[in-house]
T-cell receptor, first 109, second 113 residues
Framework: GQNIDQPTEMTATEGAIVQINCTYQ??????LFWYQQHAGEAPTFLSY????GLEEKGRFSSFLSRSKGYSYLLLKELQMKDSASYLC??????????FGAGTTVTVRA | NAGVTQTPKFRILKIGQSMTLQCTQD?????MYWYRQDPGMGLKLIYY???????DKGEVPNGYNVSRSTTEDFPLRLELAAPSQTSVYFC????????????FGQGTRLTVV
């Protein structure tokens, strides 16, 4: 089965930077995704990595190292609206999409 | 563009009752997924399908059944509802051969009493 690990909670100050790590072990690999989920809502897509390296998208960046089974999501210039759960998801060799338990980020003023 | 549509949004079931959660997508996606999310937890994969006529078990399939007779529809069936199935259910769909993300429906909040 899949094993996807990420920290449970993180707290940061408005305007700061936070890095959320994700490690995974899967049978085959067809991409890693990061989603944002506000309480009571459906997950929304943030980023996708399938090759090693950094993908930048505005205030959000995501990094992947396939050899290490490791990714991180970097949130810059934190805003209060960034308080949410961030989900790491991996698509395996059978195109099964599995999620980690999520990291709750709290942004303080 | 409707995307992924789930019905109903809310439902209360009595123990032992049956129901079908509907999921329809209009994006011609071949892959579809059903997840459940318990309070404060991540998404757990129940079943998934890589195309019409093909379904596979995910992490937590017990107590559920699915079918995929068309590309658009992927219903989830609960035969004998139990309190442990109280959860929020999300359906998602994606393409298989491009780097696109999975699109999610708005969820079905199910309570079994």
């Amino acid at each position: 089965g899949q094993n996807i690990d990420q920290p449970t909670e993180m707290t940061a100050t408005e305007g700061a930077i936070v890095q959320i790590n994700c490690t995974y072990q899967t049978s085959g690999f067809n991409g890693l995704f990061w989603y944002q989920q506000h309480a009571g809502e459906a997950p929304t897509f943030l980023s996708y990595n399938v090759l090693d390296g950094l993908e930048e998208k505005g205030r959000f960046s995501s990094f992947l190292s396939r050899s290490k089974g490791y990714s991180y999501l970097l949130l810059k210039e934190l805003q209060m609206k960034d308080s949410a759960s961030y989900l790491c998801a991996v698509r395996d060799g059978d195109y099964k999409l599995s999620f980690g338990a999520g990291t709750t980020v709290t942004v303080r003023a | 563009n409707a995307g992924v549509t789930q019905t109903p949004k809310f439902r209360i079931l009595k123990i032992g009752q049956s129901m079908t959660l509907q999921c329809t997508q209009d994006m011609n996606h071949n892959y579809m997924y059903w997840y459940r999310q318990d309070p404060g937890m991540g998404l757990k994969l129940i079943y998934y399908s890589v195309g019409a006529g093909i379904t596979d078990k995910g992490e937590v399939p017990n107590g559920y059944n699915v079918s995929r007779s068309t590309t658009e529809d992927f219903p989830l069936r609960l035969e004998l509802a139990a309190p442990s199935q109280t959860s929020v259910y999300f359906c998602a769909s994606s393409y298989s051969d491009t780097s696109t993300e999975a699109f999610f429906g708005q969820g079905t909040r199910l309570t079994v009493v």
